[in-house]
């Protein structure tokens, strides 16, 4: 953060930060004090899920339903955006870093192996998946023996890693179907007919829109650039900024005529306002 910032230097930014959904006050402070300390010059949060769904290429200004969900390494960010803001959001504490963690367990309880964060990503990644694929994988983990404590290595395969994930994929299915009971009908139609956006590093493992349109009953598609969406998105939001020098309005009008900005305000995040008129309207995470 030191270098992005330009700490001791001449150079103060500014900074767009994505909040998750389930970010708690403190957490929220914290993270808007620490870009602060580290040079930033205005310091602008931005909801994950509105982040992702802006640089997905979704329109998130018109008039309809967009449901995003960002499988994060941390946490599973989930939203439904209409008209330039967060209709309905949740967050889920489970993401990539929590399939990690479940298969490192289950290598060293079944296959008394220890294995680094490293490798239980790799496994993931090569042949984790989240429904049944049509030519199983197998592969060989290198760890270290709990018993001898030398090096040893042990053949995993994609059935055994995909009943390990099972666990956190149905928590995070369920914080989906939670989000969607709390849309209105008018947007949950819009959802039904679009389908949902899924962002985020967690959205490559392999079968998982089949997974969650299984669970759910509605359909998937994975962003184009799942792992750079959120960032995308901030860059976009902050660049629509910096030409309106952070007023109340966007480079370019909604469809709706309403105009759409981010801030700060009692110290209270205010994750989205639309003006229309002479009032606003707040929604808080």
Known sequence: MDRLCGKGRLIHPDVAICIPCGATSVERRAMLDAAHEAGARRVYPLLAPVAAAIGAGLPVTAPQGNMVVDL?????DIGVISLGGMVVGGAVRTGGATLDEMLTRHLRREHNLLVGERMAEEVKMQIGSADR????LTMEVRGRDVM????RTARVSSEEVRDVLTEPLVAICDGIRGVLQDTPPELAADIMERGMVLAGGGA???RIGRFITRRTNVPTRQAEDPPTCAA?????????????????????PSVTGRREAWRMQNSELIVWGTVEGNGYTRYHS
């Not at 694929?133 to 199983?136: K, M, R, Y």
């Not at 998105?233 to 910096?242: D, N, P």
Request: aromatic fraction near 6%.
């Open 148 to 151: 001898t404590g030398l090096p």
């Open 72 to 76: 994060g390494c941390g946490t599973t």
């Open 133 to 136: 694929l049509d030519t199983e």
């Open 232 to 252: 995308l998105g901030a860059g976009k939001y902050l660049e629509t900024l910096r030409r309106t020098d952070g007023a109340w309005e966007p480079a370019a």
């Open 204 to 206: 490559l493992l392999r």
